[in-house]
Every structure is written in structure tokens, then in C-alpha cells.
């Protein structure tokens, strides 16, 4: 096998070929593996961030519920007087307690660890009179803590979270409240028909305590140390479970806590049994403050059938390139042969004079035709240069007319607001209502403000705004958005549900510029509401760190998903007359004071509509006032 002048011994040819046909083929399969991993280990990522997100919230929902039972004067009571009354009275309260909050039970214990009342206390697996100062979350709560604990419960042999807290009077501790979380509503979350994860969540020893596949749970990974064993057995926290370790093998290990391991595949269906083995990528998160640890697995029979295919793709290709370099070298081979037959030296030489002479007559026929041919593009050149100052002049017509258009749209709802209050100023004074005439023009002086700050934007196709980013209320800023929204048409149908936190948050912005951001997204919420239904706005203000963040919802129908990605583009509407500029403005508006506005549609489990979220940073000034 030859390649120009590089010559091959015929053994050595195909030992070659294989062997690079062998190479391509495990390259491309381990390289498509390994990306196909990679992409797999980031999906991964994400959603054990959003599982153990979810698993933490639904934790800490069910923090405040001992410590609320736990301020009660009538439990104090108890404690430190114990009746017959006071424990029928607690018990009443327990189960109401209970019934509102959704947990599994809710118990009162003296200080030696026995309960005294209970949620529970007519069934037959009553906590009363039970002593629990075994547990971990009693002894936690009695020495002034927080307690909690997952276990296997003693009286139920039920599993659940355990949360307690202590109940303090006059300085000293006289007893714990306790709360019961059953988790099982989690793990049932976690069995969606079709699902191709496995999911589990370990306990601080490396106990399964959650798992999607039930023949999973109370299992370890690996044999626990002596001490651990100790721990459980005095805490009887899985009662008479042996703890097996689950069958599997590590077959690869990452730098971030991740692995490969073969586990025994689930049957589909609900039943525990498992048939046959599959190769599984793990991703862990720690969740919680007890050192949990949860883990989300995915198959790699995908990953596994895309690295195959990749390699047979490349054997295949390779196989033609063989090919292919056959009939290249077949083809060389001709044309030598055809080269050997040409005609002598002499002949050749009369022919190139012949050649030569054809050449020059066509060189000067090609110089004709290339002067012919510069002249055209001269003239081209020409036209060229007055099309792009054409061009020019109707992009200027355009941005004036975009410009025209979006001041028509800022402008529409203040003067209409200036002509409500002005009418009505005109009604006080003639009826001698001097301080409400007053009223009204001072918030007519305001909106006119707000009119010169809307055209004062037209600075900024040739500027920044330097006062984009100044200290406003964001509760004055909502109030004079409000006074405004009241006198549109239809403003009755409009219910406000607001809700602040104790002090007003000061954040950097334009203030007439918030406003005008607040009037556009809650005239849109009462515009996409049909006029038979009434609007439901809701107005939620949150602090996160150095940022504001504000939620405007509304009951509408929600956005269209095909208008999600374009809904802030200038001159895109979904009314049938709209300009398409009010939402593109307020981005305009927020993205100057350096903050975001966003949106999606709430699920139907939410309540449907729309929710634009604002996100703005706090003063600096106020933070540090606050820290004085």
C-alpha cells in the first residue's frame, strides 16, 4: 500500500488499518461517553439542588409548630401543675393545633421525658403516658436547644421527623413540646410512573431513611463503625431493623463527591422485588441541619447506547475513508500510465508555441472585458453609496416614530389621571373644599412631574440618566401608583392583597421612573382580566440580603408561552391595541438603576396568572443606618 512516495511492506498495511480502525473506535466511544457523562452529572446537579431545596423547605415549615405550642401559658400550666382538666384542656388544643398545621402528632413531656398530653390521645397507639427521654430530640430541648431527630416511633413503629423545642418559665426549663412529621408524602412525590431516577436521602451515619425504591430503605452503603451502632441501639432510633448494606459496587469516584456505582434495578410497578443490575451516576447534596445527605441516581444505559453508536459511527466512517484511499491510489495509477503514452519532447514543444500564442489572444480579450467590468462596478459603487444615505434617512424616520410612540403610551394614563383630579379640583373649589382642592393639586403637580420624567427619556437615546439611581420608598412609590390606578375606568373591580414587611425598604431607583414601572404592570394584570370577572392583584415585598425583591401577581389567564420570550421586546403586544412598549419601557426603566424584571406563569396548583418579579437593590445607606 502506497502513499505518493511513501511506500508500505503489503504485511504491514493491513496490521495498520486494523489497529487504527480499533484506536478510532474506542476514542470515539470513550469520548462521547465522557461527554454524555458530563451533561448527565449537570442535569443531575440541578435537580438534586431543587430536590434537596424542596425537602429543606418542607422541614422548616413545620419548625414554628412546637415553638408555638411551646409559648402556650395553659402548657406552662401543665407542667408545672399537672391535673386531670389541664391534661383534657392541652389535649383539645394539641389536636386543633395539630389539625391546622397537618403533622403527624404533636406531644407535651415533662422534664423526666413523659408525655403528658398528645394530639394523639385517643387512638390506640396514644404517646400519653409514654417516657421518651431516650430520644435524642428530648434531651436536645431539655438542655435548651432545638431537637431533631428521624426515627422509627416507639409507640406507632411508624417513621417520622422529630421536632421539639423547650418550654421555659421564670428562667428553667419545666418541659419540651414535640412534633411528629410523617415523610412518607415525599418518597410517594418522588414514584412518578416513568421516572428514570433513583432518589434516596442518608442520615448522618449513612442510613437510607427516604428512598424512591422501597426495598432501599433502612439500609447502608457501607458496614457502620462501632460507635455509630452504639448511637442507634441507645436511641432505639430503627427499633429492630438490622441495618443490612445495600448490594452495590463503585466502579468511579469524582473530586465533587459524585460516583458511578452498579445497583440492582427496580421492577416497575410497586412492588420491593428488584431483577437484574444497571450502572447508576450519583450526585449528592447535604440537606439540613442533622447531616443529612440526599442523592439523586440516573441510569447510564443512555449515556452507555449513545457512546456505542458513536463508535460504530466512526468504524463505518473509517471503513469508507479505507475505501476511499483505494480508489484514489487506483485512479494515481491510471494516470501514469496515460502520462508514459504522451507524444515526444518535440511535438510537446510545438504544441506549447501553439499554446502560448492562444493564451496571449485570450489574456488580451480578458484585460477588454476586465476594464469593461471596473467601469460596471464604479456605476455599482455609485448606487451603492445613495442607497446607504437613503438607508440612513429611514432608520432617523424610524426611531423618531418609535420614540413618538412610546411618549403617546407613557403619556396616556398620567393625563388622564390629570384631567380626573383636575375636575375634581374644580368641584372642591366651587364648593369651598379648599384643603381637598389642595390635595388634588399637589398630586397633579406629581403626576406632572412624572410626565417631564417621561420625556426627559428621550435624553437617553444620547445619554445616560444620572439620577437612575437614587433612594425611593417603594411603599411611597406604590401609593402614588395606586392614587393613580383608582382613577381609571372599572377601578372597583380591582381587589388589592398587599403585604409588607414591618419597615419600609428604601431601594435605588428613579422614583417617578417606579412608579411608572408599578403602573404598567398592574394596568396590564387588569387589562388581561375579562371586564365580567374582578382582578385579584396580589403585592408581596421581600428582603433578600442587599436586594428587594417584589411580586405582582395577578388572576389572569397567565402569558402566552409563545409570547414568554418576547414579551419585553419594544412594539410586541398581546392586546388587540396595544403599542407593545410598556413592559419594554419598565425593563428600560430597571435595567438604568442596574436591577431586573422577570415573569412567568404560576401553575394551576398556584393559582393560575401571571407574576412579574421585580428585583432591586436595597440603599446602602439604609443597611448601615440599620446596623448602628
Known amino acids: 500500500m502506497a502513499f505518493g512516495k511513501w511506500t508500505l511492506k503489503p504485511a504491514l498495511a493491513p496490521l495498520l488499518a486494523v489497529g487504527s480502525l480499533v484506536v478510532l473506535t474506542w476514542a470515539s466511544y470513550a469520548w462521547v461517553k465522557q461527554r454524555q457523562l458530563d451533561e448527565l ?19 422548616n415549615k413545620y419548625e414554628f409548630l412546637p415553638l408555638a405550642v411551646a409559648q402556650s401559658d395553659a402548657v406552662a400550666q401543665l407542667l408545672e401543675q399537672p391535673s386531670a382538666d389541664k391534661v383534657t384542656q392541652i389535649n383539645a388544643y394539641l389536636v386543633d393545633m395539630n389539625r391546622r398545621a397537618g403533622a403527624f402528632a404533636v406531644y407535651v413531656l415533662d422534664d423526666k421525658g413523659t408525655t403528658l398530653a398528645s394530639s394523639n390521645w385517643q387512638d390506640r397507639s396514644s ?48 418541659g419540651i413540646v414535640a412534633a411528629k412529621v ?55 432510633q430503627f427499633l429492630q431493623e438490622n441495618l ?56 447510564l444505559d443512555q449515556v452507555n447506547e449513545a457512546a456505542s453508536n458513536a463508535a460504530i459511527a466512526a468504524a463505518l466512517g473509517w471503513a469508507l475513508l479505507l475505501l476511499a484511499l483505494m480508489y484514489a491510489r487506483q485512479r494515481r495509477r491510471r494516470i501514469d500510465d496515460k502520462l508514459n503514452a504522451q507524444q515526444t519532447l518535440a511535438r510537446a514543444y510545438e504544441q506549447l508555441e501553439i499554446k502560448v500564442e492562444q493564451r496571449t ?46 411618549v403617546t403610551h407613557e403619556l396616556n394614563q398620567p393625563l388622564a389621571a390629570l384631567q380626573t383630579f383636575s375636575d375634581n379640583a374644580k368641584v372642591f373649589l366651587a364648593r369651598g373644599r379648599i384643603d ?13 412631574k412624572r410626565l417631564g420624567y417621561v420625556t426627559s427619556q428621550l435624553k437617553g437615546f444620547a445619554r445616560r440618566s444620572d439620577d437612575a439611581r437614587k433612594p425611593v420608598s417603594v411603599r411611597q412609590a406604590f401609593a402614588q401608583t395606586m392614587l393613580q390606578i383608582r382613577t381609571r375606568k372599572n377601578s372597583q373591580r380591582l381587589t388589592l392583597h398587599e403585604s409588607w414587611l414591618e419597615d419600609d425598604i428604601i431601594v435605588l431607583c428613579n422614583a417617578i421612573g417606579l412608579e411608572q414601572v408599578f403602573t404598567n404592570l398592574i394596568t396590564n394584570a387588569m387589562d ?16 433578600e440580603g442587599s436586594l428587594a425583591v417584589l411580586h405582582i401577581t395577578d388572576n389572569g389567564p397567565g402569558i402566552p408561552l409563545a409570547s414568554l420570550d418576547k414579551i419585553f421586546d419594544p412594539f410586541y403586544t398581546t392586546k388587540e391595541h396595544g403599542l407593545g412598549l410598556g413592559l419594554s419601557i419598565s425593563a428600560g426603566i430597571l435595567r438604568a438603576a442596574g436591577s431586573a424584571l422577570a415573569v412567568r406563569n404560576r401553575s394551576a396548583q398556584e393559582g393560575g396568572g401571571a407574576q412579574f418579579t421585580i428585583t432591586l437593590s436595597c440603599d446602602p445607606g439604609e443597611r448601615d443606618e440599620g446596623n448602628i
Do not use: C
Open 436 to 448: 381637598d382642592a389642595l390635595d388634588n393639586l399637589s398630586t397633579i403637580s406629581d403626576l406632572v
Open 41 to 59: 452529572h449537570r442535569t443531575l446537579d440541578s435537580r438534586a439542588e431543587l430536590y434537596a431545596a424542596s425537602i429543606g423547605g418542607a422541614l
Open 182 to 236: 410523617n415523610l412518607d408524602w415525599i418518597e410517594q412525590s418522588w414514584r412518578t410512573p416513568g421516572a428514570g431516577e433513583q432518589i434516596w436521602v442518608k442520615d448522618a451515619n449513612g442510613v437510607l431513611i427516604l428512598a424512591t425504591t422501597p426495598a432501599f430503605k433502612f439500609k447502608t452503603l457501607a458496614p457502620l463503625s462501632p460507635a455509630a451502632k452504639n448511637d442507634i441501639s441507645a436511641q432505639r
Open 528 to 543: 388581561a382580566v375579562p371586564e365580567s370577572e374582578p382582578v385579584q392583584i396580589w403585592f408581596q415585598v421581600r428582603r
Open 127 to 174: 404517646y400519653v403516658g409514654v417516657n421518651y427521654g431516650f430520644r435524642p430530640y428530648f434531651k436536645d430541648a431539655i438542655a435548651g436547644g432545638i431537637g431533631r431527630f428521624y426515627g422509627i416511633g416507639a409507640s406507632t413503629f411508624e417513621a417520622g421527623y422529630f421536632i421539639s423545642q423547650p418550654v421555659q418559665r421564670n428562667g428553667r426549663i419545666i
Open 244 to 299: 443490612p448494606i445495600l448490594p452495590h459496587r463503585l466502579r468511579r469516584q469524582f473530586a465533587d463527591g459524585a460516583s458511578v456505582m452498579t445497583l440492582e434495578r427496580p421492577q416497575t410497578g410497586d412492588t420491593p422485588a428488584l431483577s437484574g443490575s444497571a450502572d447508576y451516576l450519583a450526585v449528592n447534596r447535604a440537606l439540613g441541619p442533622l447531616q443529612w445527605q440526599i442523592t439523586v441516581l440516573a441510569e
Open 361 to 406: 489572444a485570450d489574456l488580451v480579450h480578458a484585460n477588454g472585458r476586465l476594464q469593461a467590468e471596473v467601469a460596471e462596478r464604479e456605476r455599482a459603487e455609485q448606487t451603492l453609496r445613495y442607497a446607504q444615505a437613503e438607508l440612513v434617512q429611514s432608520g432617523k424616520l424610524a426611531a423618531i416614530g418609535q420614540m413618538a410612540a412610546g
